[in-house]
């Protein structure tokens, strides 16, 4: 009796959002999620499978477990677009129509701006989505001779999972140690510097590392040939054995054709306290497809869909929603198999400003140690519990 929420996309915020929505109304918001894969596979830790310590399978989970336990309307599809007008969207097969929408379809990927590389290119997989391209990546590494060179480019910020790229490289320079100790990874950084944990990362880099990272700032690409591996940046030219490009990103395409993401024309600007769009009222979007300050993390992600979940049940009862949302964020990075560092936020909403601003509260580790690496692995349990069942 309180409405129907379509929800698009069943990542972190989409089926975080769904579980919810169905628990705290009670069942009495009716819920279709729209999603196109059939398993939901993990980002957070797929890093680990690159440097050889986890395996793509067990970041692949199954949907049934919280379709069944939420009692969620399920479509295996994709929305092609959205009627803001008629408040329907339509699928590859069909159409829907709803009373609030929840849009969760993570990134999209920016080749314009990649010269020499204006589209995908199957032999440089970016892996910035886990799945088969993980896997890829792992067979280049696998495949790579001794005394190899991998060449990872960070595109600008914003960006999903800002520590994700340095986790990369530290395991991927792992690998190297125990298996190819003559081979080097390079990072070509758009970025005028690293912009999460770098104090810890550049220990690793100078430390463990020492000879195998080699960290390049500014270093946006010129010139890109995919048939030789080969990068041109202001300062230098690079030849890689394996090439792993991370492309500049932005909000998910259905997003962006839908005209919401009116921020840069990149990313989706949000109220805060339910998650709206500025543009329509009855679309909330979360995830990394929200313009923030905020990280991109399946963390905040998860943060956000509760949220919203929270204000969409008010909403829809004539009540108003908490007007002073706060919540945390905490992010883990692997620099091995075993040891992990953290840093902690908190965020609260301010209304003057009408944006979630860090607060009092948090941290970041002094150094990685095997006991953070225990707390990281039961971060991963537990976002996977309240997202997955
Ligand atoms: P996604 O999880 O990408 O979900 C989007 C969903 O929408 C997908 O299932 C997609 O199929 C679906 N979709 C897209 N378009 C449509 C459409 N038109 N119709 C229907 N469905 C659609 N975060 C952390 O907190 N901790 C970590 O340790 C961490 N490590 C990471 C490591 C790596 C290598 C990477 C790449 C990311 C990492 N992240 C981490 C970031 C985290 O994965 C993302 O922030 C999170 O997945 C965002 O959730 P989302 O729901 O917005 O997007």
Known sequence: ??????????????????????????????????????????????????GGSRTLDELSFSYDVSRKQHQLQWLQDSVTSIDLAAKQVRLTRGSLAYDRLILAPGVDFDYSHIPGMSSPVAAIPHAWKAGSQTLRLRRQLESMADGGVFVMTVPKAPYRCPPGPYERACQVAHYFKQHKPRSKVIILDANADITSKKGLFLQSFEGDYKGIIDYHNNSDIL??????????TDFETVQATVLN???????????????????????????FVTYASSLNDCVHIIGDSISAGLPKSAHMATSQAKICAAAIIDLQTGRPPNPLPVFANTCYSFVDDKQAMHVANVYRYDPAKKTMVSAEGGGVSSKASVQEGDYAQAWAQNIWADTLT
């Not at 010139?223 to 041109?232: C, E, G, P, V």
């Not at 998910?252 to 109220?271: I, P, R, S, T």
Request: glycine content about 8%; overall charge negative.
């Open 223 to 232: 010139q890109l040939d995919s048939a030789s591996n080969t990068i041109k």
């Open 1 to 50: 009796p309180l409405g129907h929420v379509v929800v698009v996309g069943a990542g972190f915020a989409g089926l975080a959002a769904a579980r919810y929505l169905r628990e705290w109304s009670a069942g009495n918001i009716k819920v279709t999620v729209i999603e196109p894969n059939l398993q939901f596979i993990s980002c957070p830790q797929s890093n680990l499978v690159l």
């Open 245 to 271: 490009v991370i492309p500049p990103q932005l909000a998910g395409k259905v997003a962006q054709e839908a005209g919401l993401a009116n921020v840069d024309k990149h990313w989706c600007e949000v109220d």
